[in-house]
């Protein structure tokens, strides 16, 4: 039995197409259904309508609601002082009180009709006993004619002992037509309300579509190449505001990396490229000359510390992208940076010393910092052996931190030539290297990282000048 | 000492079983992670070096998680490609005991695989640390040489013990920012030579002998005859 599927698939005609499959191509409603202008629409103009009909509903019900339930009151009132009447002194005590209450009403609006059994007029107002005032029915709204003029009347039919029956109402012909002018203004203004309601449709589909049409082109564009395009923003602060921005700054780290990944790898290209021809020269060089086995095992020597010069090259770079793509915000913590500071300042101040130059420190008893400790660990660490590398014997190097608001700030002042203004801006990107640097051992990736590490800290890297001297100012955020 | 080296690249693989056994140690040598697994699992080493990739479905993690399951506590030591920090992290967590990345220095692999299966051996809690003449309380803080008192720094302490407890093994730079230090990166400075000289100034400058001998390509070596 489960097998037939199988079976029966071979049997279809060659060619046929698998009908069962195909979706049925969607109807000109469910397409634009589809699109969120479109249902935003809708549903802003079904909620202006439903807003519309319970404005209208509570007005009926405050308006011609109330005129009737007043009237409904009124005549109940009346019928219970004549019910009274009429159990204290039978009929003719009715009949008196009636006459009363007609010859009374200045408002010529009460009615009053009472007959005996036959149906015969004993007393009251009304022309007869109204034809579609059923025996059965005790209160409704109908025509009527007193004194030869037709009129609408509200009555409430009362069956007393004897088989005397008793109307009592009010004649409602002028409220009915109050009701019917509110009964028109309501027709109009829900024509007004569903004119409005669609024009506001419409106006908030464009909307809608407006802001996604430039999000949607701006989209487009990145997806072409132009990275410079970004989704405009209308300054008013609201919520497609909010979203520009947010898609704005996605775009500005989006071209961040792709410059970063363009600058390794021209770096790459370029510098990686002189110290491997340098070691392939020597290598070959040693291939080709070198006359005893100690030259050749000198020169491969040699060529192991060029390669593992490209190596550490190539680690600080993987350990720059890495830091950069923030994947290490995983392995944030806190801890105390002072401890991480004082070994610092323990591990370079033999060096200093062996270097005949002095390190001082000024730090405070606790710094609480949130982030990767190893990271700014390394980050000290980097500016601490430049600050050595370049600082001449018998100069000093500092190395002070504090606590900031936001979290800490970390510097580093030397007395080495420092860096000219013009360099400054570049000295953290890759490979850059100063003039004064070219002659001293380095890689030119010491600052990148420092700058990679501030960056994923929400901080930023300094470099000024210490008149002499370069003064980094490393600003960390212990973002949590 | 027995150790086993699980690599596929051929290569390497060769590099690293003829050097150990130049060291004097007997290596065995598995290809792929099924085979790997199979040695490990069956036959007793004193350490496995393991690559993280290998073919055969069986890769390094699995292979050490697999052995580890199984109650076998042999020192591991990863040997791989994978070098981000994530990548060596999940390594240690897997049960390695030490991780290095490649491209590596044979000297390196070869002084962390010696100090792993030492550790392995001591494992009691040591209060005196004797090297020759040199001695070190580990209670009170004090180190003696000749029946001299020498006074040390709480850092060059530190550092003389790590010495002590790999005497007469070579103790890379790296190992000593890592077990000292506990910094996992290469200062551009030479640091560890600044404190292991300050340090031989103290240990070795007013005695007639020097225990801290440098090895020459790879670090330092305490111990009472030149290596």
Known sequence: ????????????????????????????????????????????????????????????????????????????????????????????????????????????????????????????????????????????????????????????????????????????????????????????????????????????????????????????????????????????GDEFDMLAETINDMLERMTRLMDGVRQVSNAIAHDLRTPITRARARLEDAATHAASTDELRAAVDRAIVDLDGIVAIFQALLRIAEIEAGSRRAAFAAFDMTPVLRDLVDMYEAVAEDNGQALEADIPDTLPMFGDRDMVQQAVANLLDNALKFTPAGQSITLAASRTGAGAWIAVADRGPGIPLADRERAPERFFRGEQARNTPGSGLGLALVQAVAHLHGGNLVLSDNNPGLRAELQLQAIE | MRILVVEDDKDVAGFVVKGLKEAGHVVEHAATGRDGLFLAASEAFDAIVLDRMLPGGVDGLRLLETLRSQGNTTPVMFLSALAQVDDRVKGLKAGGDDYMTKPFAFAELLARVEALTRRGRNEGPTTKLVVADLEMDLLSRSVKRAGTKIDLQPREFRLLEFLMRHAAQVVTRTMLLEGVWDYHFDPQTNVIDVHVSRLRQKIDKPFATPLIHTVRNAGYMLRPEPP
């Not at chain 1, 009709?113 to 149906?119: H, R, S």
């Open chain 1, 1 to 236: 039995m489960t097998g037939r599927g199988i079976v029966e698939i071979p049997s279809l005609p060659a060619g046929a197409p698998p009908e069962l499959h195909r979706l049925p191509p969607p109807s000109l409603i469910e397409r634009a259904f589809r699109s969120t202008g479109v249902r935003f629409g809708v549903i802003y103009a079904a909620l202006f309508g439903l807003s519309a009909v319970a404005l209208a509903a509570f007005l009926w019900w405050s308006t011609a609601g109330l005129l009737e339930r007043q009237t409904d009151t009124a005549i109940d009132v009346d019928a219970q002082g004549l019910s009274e009447r009429y159990t204290e002194g039978g009929v003719p005590a009715l009949v008196e009180t009636i006459k009363q209450r007609v010859d009374g009403n200045v408002d010529d609006d009460a009615i009053y009709l009472l007959v005996d059994p036959a149906f015969r007029i004993i007393a009251g107002n009304l022309d007869g006993w109204p034809e579609r005032l059923a025996i059965d029915v005790e209160a409704t709204e109908i025509r009527i004619s007193r004194g030869g003029v037709a009129s609408l009347a509200m009555v409430h039919r009362y069956d007393l002992a004897d088989g005397f029956h008793l109307v009592v109402g009010r004649d409602v012909e002028a409220k009915a037509q109050l009701r019917r002018m509110l009964a028109d203004a309501m027709v109009w203004a829900a024509g007004i309300a569903l004119a409005l309601g669609s024009v506001g449709a419409w106006a908030v589909r464009g909307l809608f579509r407006a802001t996604i049409a430039d999000v949607a082109a701006t989209a487009t564009a990145i997806g072409a190449g132009d990275l410079t395009r970004r989704v405009r923003v209308s300054g008013q």
